[in-house]
């Protein structure tokens, strides 16, 4: 289909969607944090939204990224919030628990739920409620030099070989945020570690996690990636050809310069354990805010964002991971390699724990991290991060 | 060491020179790394500890002045109006709320003066990122989120305390001669207040002006918490909009950052005629 | 006193004295009111959820009420559950609640059953300011939920009554100020706490005895002359305090008042949507350094003493680097001085998220300009920066101070502009050297100036949250964070807001603390 052609069909089924709601008179205002492709085609998806609903008009308002949560938790109680919203999936526990987003499950029934795929919609429910609809999901991902790797690993084992001969040409194997949670999460749940424990209780001073710390430390003293990198950095680096691989998910696709060339594939298996080193995911949705002022009307665009060729036009335009399966059967977004391997590799992802602790826990882990790439001991400084989390910096 | 009329030796004056150029050298040297990353492609930051860009593109650029919004406005155009307001407004509601209060403080005794002034200086000792939320309850009560009269009296109240002290400064250090004169000749307080005083107070003025617009021009979190509709934002919010969660626009950002600052220098520019040399010793001596 | 003046006098002390007690009866009203209203319609709308548990019509003005099955998970996806609804006073039959086209009023009963499971019966409010109450209770089959409409709002205010009561209390103000004596006093007690009456009806006696007290306080200030005075100077100062005032005003609304709920917040704790009254526990919590040791970068007093340190750098850097540069640039031989002037508040100029970005990327190990430097000046080869203390520490010293000094340069340029030159020639030719002149001179007259900078300057850096949370990070384990990044930690990871005003607060003490005695030095030292 062409691009007109998946406009007239969002615009189709955007009228469709309003056959089952009345007239209304106020329109709906959406937050997002988008830039670059994916804003441009947001904008899109809106004016065509708009096109078939002069009633119901669909406002979107960018937000930046820094003030959302913080615009969002002052603005909502006080009735100033937005109708909608599109953020990660990982603060659903906060927000469900100050009230702050609408629970979505009255509208939705097993074929709207079909529609997505269910690593994508599962991490949107918490606490037997679904709190939104994905729009894409993001993991990490195996990004790696054509010109300076021709096989990437499926193996640490094969990876770590890969860095005598990197290093031997000024070059590091592979940059990741080793010192961020984020970064590390792979390695952890490879290793069999976990951060909460299945009743939901914190668990993370584990002898797997120390091990997947000391393999993380392992690499750094191996000379097989960077110390103390954060993810602007490995942006940076494979971007000068100063790493040959690095860890990163679909927003680096924008970051890495024109003309270096480039492939994508899944993460490798950790060899000591013979299981997949498995990366968060995050499931970027719609949500609603619990004030919004017509819901019906704001749960009409959800689904409208989120249907079939919404998501087409979101994979084509903005190569967005679109959580919609028949987004997929789609000819140009099924050729698009780079959304099929992130595809992939969510098969071997963990869900971003969704409950309010996981925020106290990134940057304990953060300087835990640090401490033992720099030599510190795994058990006593994952110890320190559970004390932490409990007690309070 | 200033006021003599020789040069001093040629020691002296290399030695300044040299000061000078070496502080300057290292000044500049963050500040043309921004330059560099504003003009060279690309989003990241590069490794070399360079100045010099590699390539030079004009893209950000037009990245920057070309970002529209929902309706096809041109946001940077609307986002600098609106930036200019704000900080212009900020400028003279603080320097004018601040110049009354500082002649009061400094030149009439009355109950509470002390106090007062103490006051100033303490309500602003309580972090700021802990009073966003109440202050956003008070702007919605009074009907202010949302409007340029909030977000100009919000920043105009943030500068007070460090303009009131500053010309209550520059207020104490000027002689009393002057104004008895005035009154002996029958003018009132407001009138010496205007005509003497802060003419007279010119240097300190400047600074707070300085200050005021500073403190406006290059707020964000209270910028993009107040206003609800996007065309209501003002610059920085449009340089931090390029700040995702796991990545960056730097480029942008950039190219946004060197924009931002030419009004500021513009404004030091034609303030620094008032900040310096806009006195002659007679004139202070009365 | 003569008389007109006299009987003018009282009326003034009751106006004074009621208008304090009319702020208190209103608050009390208001809470009282809303207390009612609230009470009254929820007790309706339990009602009528309970007559449609018994299988009767729901009484009073209800939008919908019925009866809501338990919910059936779907198989595929548990979180979706299906329940149906009969509604009361109709024909019986049920219907499916949910699904895309559902209408919005069906999920106000359809969350309230989930409600219901989760807490039991309940009668509330909605969120939504519709001022509409749903109300759930248990049945045969399921949930019996109401959701009723209040016919009115709450009470409006009770203008009659207080005007009432007002014209006693000025009758009665009135009426011992005529007679005179004891009376005077005596009259102005009784009209001025005319208001704790219905203010006992409507709060208690809390208020009450508080207006009572203020009548009281009014009375006998007013019999020793206390209010003369008070209302003597204000006419007296009266120009200076007009100079004070817009200042003052917008000060006292825009920056006392949520600083006023900061202090406030620092006793409670907060957990989702609640607050609960915790007295001085978060105080004690911090202050007992959370039990950790005194080394070690979670215990309060090392945070402190981190935080001092950094603001004692970082001013002193601040000054003699700001102060020097004035200084030089005042050379009248000087040429370029607009340029370099421009250029040195370059890093002013620009926002600083970006510069204190650059600086993070100068400092990086392996690729920074800053150790390329060092290496090539043979000083050191691949330091790693955010590994020690020192060294991280330096980094966020060095950053804050690039990006602070061009404030204090610019303040040091217009202080130095208010020196008479002459006063440096008549030294000159007293023969004093460059030292005693800029001892003698330069100094005393910088400070009113630069007092105010330095103190507002150490303020600033004390909480400067930027610098610290883009250079160091709190590399390295934590130890180079200061106290504002720990209350921000509080507040924005662990949404702790009361921990997080309560550091706040401690903060505030700190400042205050330095502050009277800072200025006290400046004061003592500024006088000839």
Same mark, same amino acid.
């Given at each position: 289909?062409?691009?007109?052609?998946?406009?007239?069909?969002?615009?189709?089924?955007?009228?469709?969607?309003?056959?089952?709601?009345?007239?209304?008179?106020?329109?709906?205002?959406?937050?997002?944090?988008?830039?670059?492709?994916?804003?441009?085609?947001?904008?899109?998806?809106?004016?065509?939204?708009?096109?078939?609903?002069?009633?119901?008009?669909?406002?979107?308002?960018?937000?930046?990224?820094?003030?959302?949560?913080?615009?969002?938790?002052?603005?909502?109680?006080?009735?100033?919030?937005?109708?909608?919203?599109?953020?990660?999936?990982?603060?659903?526990?906060?927000?469900?628990?100050?009230?702050?987003?609408?629970?979505?499950?009255?509208?939705?029934?097993?074929?709207?739920?079909?529609?997505?795929?269910?690593?994508?919609?599962?991490?949107?429910?918490?606490?037997?409620?679904?709190?939104?609809?994905?729009?894409?999901?993001?993991?990490?991902?195996?990004?790696?030099?054509?010109?300076?790797?021709?096989?990437?690993?499926?193996?640490?084992?094969?990876?770590?070989?890969?860095?005598?001969?990197?290093?031997?040409?000024?070059?590091?194997?592979?940059?990741?945020?080793?010192?961020?949670?984020?970064?590390?999460?792979?390695?952890?749940?490879?290793?069999?570690?976990?951060?909460?424990?299945?009743?939901?209780?914190?668990?993370?001073?584990?002898?797997?996690?120390?091990?997947?710390?000391?393999?993380?430390?392992?690499?750094?003293?191996?000379?097989?990636?960077?110390?103390?990198?954060?993810?602007?950095?490995?942006?940076?680096?494979?971007?000068?050809?100063?790493?040959?691989?690095?860890?990163?998910?679909?927003?680096?696709?924008?970051?890495?310069?024109?003309?270096?060339?480039?492939?994508?594939?899944?993460?490798?298996?950790?060899?000591?354990?013979?299981?997949?080193?498995?990366?968060?995911?995050?499931?970027?949705?719609?949500?609603?805010?619990?004030?919004?002022?017509?819901?019906?009307?704001?749960?009409?665009?959800?689904?409208?964002?989120?249907?079939?060729?919404?998501?087409?036009?979101?994979?084509?335009?903005?190569?967005?991971?679109?959580?919609?399966?028949?987004?997929?059967?789609?000819?140009?977004?099924?050729?698009?390699?780079?959304?099929?391997?992130?595809?992939?590799?969510?098969?071997?992802?963990?869900?971003?724990?969704?409950?309010?602790?996981?925020?106290?826990?990134?940057?304990?882990?953060?300087?835990?991290?640090?401490?033992?790439?720099?030599?510190?001991?795994?058990?006593?400084?994952?110890?320190?991060?559970?004390?932490?989390?409990?007690?309070?910096? | 060491?200033?006021?003599?009329?020789?040069?001093?030796?040629?020691?002296?004056?290399?030695?300044?020179?040299?000061?000078?150029?070496?502080?300057?050298?290292?000044?500049?040297?963050?500040?043309?790394?921004?330059?560099?990353?504003?003009?060279?492609?690309?989003?990241?930051?590069?490794?070399?500890?360079?100045?010099?860009?590699?390539?030079?593109?004009?893209?950000?650029?037009?990245?920057?002045?070309?970002?529209?919004?929902?309706?096809?406005?041109?946001?940077?155009?609307?986002?600098?109006?609106?930036?200019?307001?704000?900080?212009?407004?900020?400028?003279?509601?603080?320097?004018?709320?601040?110049?009354?209060?500082?002649?009061?403080?400094?030149?009439?005794?009355?109950?509470?003066?002390?106090?007062?002034?103490?006051?100033?200086?303490?309500?602003?000792?309580?972090?700021?990122?802990?009073?966003?939320?109440?202050?956003?309850?008070?702007?919605?009560?009074?009907?202010?989120?949302?409007?340029?009269?909030?977000?100009?009296?919000?920043?105009?109240?943030?500068?007070?305390?460090?303009?009131?002290?500053?010309?209550?400064?520059?207020?104490?250090?000027?002689?009393?001669?002057?104004?008895?004169?005035?009154?002996?000749?029958?003018?009132?307080?407001?009138?010496?207040?205007?005509?003497?005083?802060?003419?007279?107070?010119?240097?300190?003025?400047?600074?707070?002006?300085?200050?005021?617009?500073?403190?406006?021009?290059?707020?964000?979190?209270?910028?993009?918490?107040?206003?609800?509709?996007?065309?209501?934002?003002?610059?920085?919010?449009?340089?931090?909009?390029?700040? +995702?969660?796991?990545?960056?626009?730097?480029?942008?950002?950039?190219?946004?950052?060197?924009?931002?600052?030419?009004?500021?220098?513009?404004?030091?520019?034609?303030?620094?005629?008032?900040?310096?040399? +806009?006195?002659?010793?007679?004139?202070?001596?009365? | 006193?003569?008389?007109?003046?006299?009987?003018?006098?009282?009326?003034?002390?009751?106006?004074?004295?009621?208008?304090?007690?009319?702020?208190?009866?209103?608050?009390?009203?208001?809470?009282?009111?809303? /207390?009612?209203?609230?009470?009254?319609?929820?007790?309706?709308?339990?009602?009528?959820?309970?007559?449609?548990?018994?299988?009767?019509?729901?009484?009073?003005?209800?939008?919908?009420?019925?009866?809501?099955?338990?919910?059936?998970?779907?198989?595929?996806?548990?979180?979706?559950?299906?329940?149906?609804?009969?509604?009361?006073?109709?024909?019986?039959?049920?219907?499916?609640?949910?699904?895309?086209?559902?209408?919005?009023?069906?999920?106000?009963?359809?969350?309230?059953?989930?409600?219901?499971?989760?807490?039991?019966?309940?009668?509330?409010?909605?969120?939504?300011?519709?001022?509409?109450?749903?109300?759930?209770?248990?049945?045969?089959?399921?949930?019996?939920?109401?959701?009723?409409?209040?016919?009115?709002?709450?009470?409006?205010?009770?203008?009659?009554?207080?005007?009432?009561?007002?014209?006693?209390?000025?009758?009665?103000?009135?009426?011992?100020?005529?007679?005179?004596?004891?009376? /005077?006093?005596?009259?102005?007690?009784?009209?001025?706490?005319?208001?704790?009456?219905?203010?006992?009806?409507?709060?208690?006696?809390?208020?009450?005895?508080?207006?009572?007290?203020?009548?009281?306080?009014?009375?006998?200030?007013?019999?020793?002359?206390?209010?003369?005075?008070?209302?003597?100077?204000?006419?007296?100062? /009266?120009?200076?305090?007009?100079?004070?005032?817009?200042?003052?005003?917008?000060?006292?609304?825009?920056?006392?008042?949520?600083?006023?709920?900061?202090?406030?917040?620092?006793?409670?704790?907060?957990?989702?949507?609640?607050?609960?009254?915790?007295?001085?526990?978060?105080?004690?919590?911090?202050?007992?350094?959370?039990?950790?040791?005194?080394?070690?970068?979670?215990?309060?007093?090392?945070?402190?003493?981190?935080?001092?340190?950094?603001?004692?750098?970082?001013?002193?850097?601040?000054?003699?680097?700001?102060?020097?540069?004035?200084?030089?640039?005042?050379?009248?031989?000087?040429?370029?001085?607009?340029?370099? /002037?421009?250029?040195?508040?370059?890093?002013?100029?620009?926002?600083?998220?970006?510069?204190?970005?650059?600086?993070?990327?100068?400092?990086?190990?392996?690729?920074?300009?800053?150790?390329?430097?060092?290496?090539?000046?043979?000083?050191?080869?691949?330091?790693?920066?955010?590994?020690?203390?020192?060294?991280?520490?330096?980094?966020?010293?060095?950053?804050?101070?690039?990006?602070?000094?061009?404030?204090?340069?610019?303040?040091?340029?217009?202080?130095?502009?208010?020196?008479?030159?002459?006063?440096?020639?008549?030294?000159?030719?007293?023969?004093?050297?460059?030292?005693?002149?800029?001892?003698?001179?330069?100094?005393?007259?910088?400070?009113?100036?630069?007092?105010?900078?330095?103190?507002?300057?150490?303020?600033?850096?004390?909480?400067?949250?930027?610098?610290?949370?883009?250079?160091?990070?709190?590399?390295?384990?934590?130890?180079?964070?200061?106290?504002?990044?720990?209350?921000?930690?509080?507040?924005?990871?662990?949404?702790?807001?009361?921990?997080?005003?309560?550091?706040?607060?401690?903060?505030?003490?700190?400042?205050?603390?330095?502050?009277?005695?800072?200025?006290?030095?400046?004061?003592?030292?500024?006088?000839?």
């Amino acid at each position: 289909m062409t691009r007109a052609g998946l406009l007239l069909a969002a615009t189709a089924v955007a009228a469709s969607a309003a056959a089952c709601s009345p007239e209304r008179d106020h329109g709906v205002v959406l937050w997002h944090t988008y830039n670059g492709a994916e804003r441009d085609t947001l904008e899109e998806l809106a004016a065509s939204w708009n096109q078939a609903h002069p009633d119901q008009e669909l406002t979107l308002v960018a937000v930046p990224y820094d003030a959302f949560a913080d615009k969002l938790t002052s603005a909502i109680p006080n009735g100033n919030g937005p109708d909608l919203f599109i953020y990660a999936h990982d603060r659903i526990g906060a927000w469900a628990a100050a009230s702050l987003v609408e629970p979505v499950e009255f509208w939705v029934d097993e074929p709207i739920a079909d529609r997505y795929d269910r690593n994508a919609l599962l991490p949107l429910a918490y606490q037997d409620s679904l709190w939104g609809l994905p729009l894409a999901t993001k993991s990490l991902a195996l990004f790696y030099r054509t010109d300076q790797v021709t096989t990437p690993p499926r193996t640490t084992d094969e990876l770590i070989a890969m860095a005598p001969d990197a290093r031997a040409h000024g070059r590091f194997a592979l940059a990741y945020a080793s010192t961020e949670l984020y970064g590390h999460a792979p390695w952890l749940y490879g290793y069999g570690g976990e951060i909460f424990a299945d009743d939901g209780s914190l668990h993370v001073a584990t002898a797997e996690a120390a091990a997947a710390a000391g393999f993380a430390r392992k690499l750094v003293a191996d000379g097989v990636s960077p110390a103390e990198t954060n993810g602007q950095q490995v942006a940076t680096l494979f971007g000068e050809g100063k790493a040959s691989m690095a860890l990163s998910g679909p927003w680096f696709i924008g970051d890495i310069p024109a003309g270096v060339p480039w492939a994508v594939t899944t993460l490798p298996t950790v060899s000591a354990t013979g299981r997949a080193a498995e990366p968060f995911l995050t499931a970027e949705a719609v949500l609603m805010s619990s004030r919004a002022r017509d819901k019906e009307a704001a749960f009409a665009v959800m689904s409208y964002l989120t249907d079939d060729p919404s998501a087409v036009l979101r994979a084509r335009q903005a190569r967005q991971v679109v959580a919609n399966k028949a987004a997929y059967d789609d000819p140009d977004v099924a050729a698009d390699q780079v959304l099929a391997t992130f595809r992939d590799q969510l098969d071997h992802t963990v869900p971003m724990p969704a409950t309010p602790t996981m925020r106290a826990v990134w940057r304990p882990y953060q300087i835990a991290l640090q401490e033992i790439l720099r030599g510190g001991d795994p058990g006593d400084a994952l110890r320190g991060v559970e004390d932490e989390v409990i007690h309070g910096p | 060491m200033t006021a003599r009329r020789t040069r001093p030796s040629w020691l002296g004056v290399a030695a300044t020179y040299a000061a000078l150029l070496v502080v300057t050298a290292v000044v500049l040297y963050p500040v043309m790394l921004v330059c560099k990353k504003a003009f060279e492609p690309g989003r990241q930051f590069a490794l070399s500890a360079s100045p010099i860009p590699r390539e030079v593109t004009l893209d950000h650029f037009r990245a920057l002045m070309g970002a529209h919004g929902s309706h096809g406005e041109l946001l940077f155009l609307r986002h600098a109006m609106n930036s200019a307001l704000v900080a212009l407004a900020t400028t003279v509601v603080g320097v004018i709320l601040s110049c009354t209060a500082a002649y009061a403080l400094s030149r009439f005794r009355f109950p509470g003066r002390r106090a007062g002034l103490t006051t100033f200086l303490v309500v602003q000792m309580f972090p700021a990122s802990m009073l966003l939320l109440p202050l956003y309850v008070l702007l919605d009560k009074m009907s202010l989120l949302n409007s340029v009269t909030g977000l100009v009296m919000v920043y105009a109240t943030t500068a007070i305390p460090f303009c009131v002290w500053t010309l209550k400064g520059y207020f104490d250090g000027l002689p009393r001669e002057l104004e008895e004169a005035a009154r002996i000749d029958g003018a009132g307080p407001w009138r010496i207040f205007f005509t003497i005083m802060l003419p007279l107070a010119r240097p300190g003025i400047a600074v707070t002006a300085l200050f005021s617009f500073m403190t406006a021009w290059n707020e964000f979190i209270m910028a993009s918490t107040f206003m609800t509709e996007e065309t209501r934002y003002t610059l920085p919010v449009l340089l931090q909009s390029s700040v +995702g969660q796991y990545s960056a626009d730097w480029g942008l950002f950039a190219a946004g950052a060197i924009v931002t600052s030419v009004p500021v220098m513009a404004l030091f520019y034609v303030l620094q005629r008032s900040l310096v040399g +806009g006195l002659t010793a007679g004139s202070v001596k009365g | 006193m003569k008389t007109p003046a006299r009987h003018r006098a009282q009326l003034r002390d009751w106006g004074a004295a009621t208008l304090v007690a009319l702020l208190i009866a209103s608050a009390v009203f208001f809470v009282h009111r809303n /207390r009612e209203f609230r009470a009254r319609e929820e007790g309706r709308a339990r009602a009528a959820a309970l007559a449609v548990a018994r299988g009767e019509p729901p009484v009073g003005r209800v939008d919908l009420a019925g009866v809501v099955s338990p919910p059936r998970a779907s198989a595929a996806y548990p979180f979706l559950r299906h329940r149906s609804f009969v509604e009361a006073g109709g024909d019986g039959a049920a219907r499916e609640l949910g699904g895309p086209c559902a209408p919005a009023a069906d999920k106000l009963v359809y969350d309230a059953a989930g409600r219901f499971e989760a807490e039991g019966a309940f009668a509330g409010f909605l969120p939504d300011g519709s001022g509409r109450v749903v109300a759930a209770t248990p049945t045969e089959g399921g949930v019996a939920v109401a959701v009723s409409t209040p016919p009115g709002g709450p009470d409006a205010f009770p203008w009659l009554t207080l005007i009432g009561v007002l014209g006693l209390g000025a009758a009665l103000a009135g009426a011992g100020s005529v007679m005179g004596g004891a009376a /005077r006093p005596l009259g102005l007690a009784l009209g001025a706490s005319g208001l704790a009456v219905p203010t006992f009806l409507w709060g208690g006696a809390l208020p009450a005895t508080l207006i009572g007290l203020v009548a009281l306080g009014v009375a006998w200030s007013a019999g020793r002359g206390g209010t003369d005075r008070f209302f003597g100077a204000l006419a007296a100062h /009266r120009t200076a305090l007009s100079f004070v005032a817009p200042a003052a005003v917008s000060m006292a609304v825009l920056v006392a008042t949520p600083f006023v709920v900061g202090l406030v917040l620092g006793f409670y704790d907060h957990d989702a949507n609640s607050w609960k009254f915790v007295g001085l526990d978060n105080f004690a919590h911090i202050l007992s350094g959370g039990g950790k040791a005194f080394d070690d970068p979670g215990n309060f007093w090392f945070v402190l003493g981190v935080t001092v340190l950094w603001t004692v750098c970082n001013v002193a850097l601040h000054v003699t680097l700001g102060v020097a540069l004035a200084l030089l640039l005042r050379q009248k031989w000087l040429r370029g001085k607009g340029v370099f /002037r421009m250029l040195l508040i370059l890093p002013w100029a620009i926002p600083n998220y970006i510069t204190a970005l650059i600086w993070k990327g100068m400092f990086q190990s392996e690729y920074g300009a800053i150790n390329s430097l060092l290496d090539l000046a043979g000083l050191g080869h691949g330091v790693s920066w955010f590994s020690s203390w020192s060294t991280a520490f330096t980094a966020n010293v060095v950053t804050n101070t690039w990006l602070g000094f061009p404030f204090m340069m610019v303040v040091a340029l217009g202080a130095l502009e208010s020196i008479p030159r002459d006063l440096y020639e008549a030294a000159e030719v007293d023969g004093a050297s460059a030292w005693q002149r800029f001892h003698h001179i330069t100094l005393p007259h910088l400070r009113p100036a630069l007092g105010p900078a330095v103190v507002m300057g150490s303020i600033w850096t004390f909480n400067m949250f930027n610098v610290i949370f883009l250079v160091s990070r709190g590399e390295p384990g934590g130890s180079t964070d200061i106290l504002v990044t720990n209350a921000y930690r509080w507040a924005f990871e662990r949404d702790e807001y009361g921990m997080a005003a309560a550091y706040a607060t401690i903060i505030f003490l700190i400042l205050l603390l330095w502050t009277v005695f800072g200025t006290k030095v400046t004061r003592k030292e500024a006088a000839p």
